[in-house]
């Protein structure tokens, strides 16, 4: 029962510090990719066009390499298994 209670005071607090930054991270990074395909510049097809799904899709990869890397540093090379996620997502737009 404590564990449970320290879990949810846990995920409460990270929400209120990082809650705001992840939302304002999303939307700014929504219409970022949302200009560069009205611009011609990629092509948000693998997200049926919607950018906002693109701009999830980018933070869930970016964040879940640098938790891995946060996590167990050992686990993954931050640099070059980092830019290799970040080239394969970027080449399916």
Same mark, same amino acid.
């Given at each position: ?8 005071? +846990?995920?409460?607090? %990270?929400?209120? *510090?990082? !809650?705001?930054?992840? #939302?304002?991270? /999303? @939307? ?6 949302? +200009?560069? $395909?009205?611009?011609? !510049?990629? $092509? &948000? =097809?693998?997200?049926?066009?919607? %950018? /906002? /799904?693109?701009? #999830? $899709?980018?933070?869930?990869? &970016?964040?879940? #390499?640098? *938790?891995?890397? *946060?996590? =167990?540093?050992?686990?993954? @090379? ?5 830019? =290799?996620?970040?080239?394969?997502? *970027?080449?399916?737009?």
């Amino acid at each position: 029962m404590i564990d449970a209670a320290i879990a949810h005071h +846990a995920q409460a607090f %990270a929400g209120a *510090l990082f !809650g705001a930054y992840f #939302v304002q991270y /999303r @939307d700014a990074l929504t219409e970022i990719l949302r +200009a560069a $395909s009205d611009e011609g !510049g990629l $092509s &948000l =097809n693998p997200f049926e066009g919607d %950018a /906002r /799904r693109a701009a #999830v $899709s980018f933070m869930a990869m &970016l964040e879940g #390499v640098l *938790l891995l890397a *946060l996590i =167990n540093p050992g686990l993954i @090379d931050l640099q070059q298994d980092g830019l =290799n996620t970040l080239t394969a997502w *970027l080449k399916q737009i």
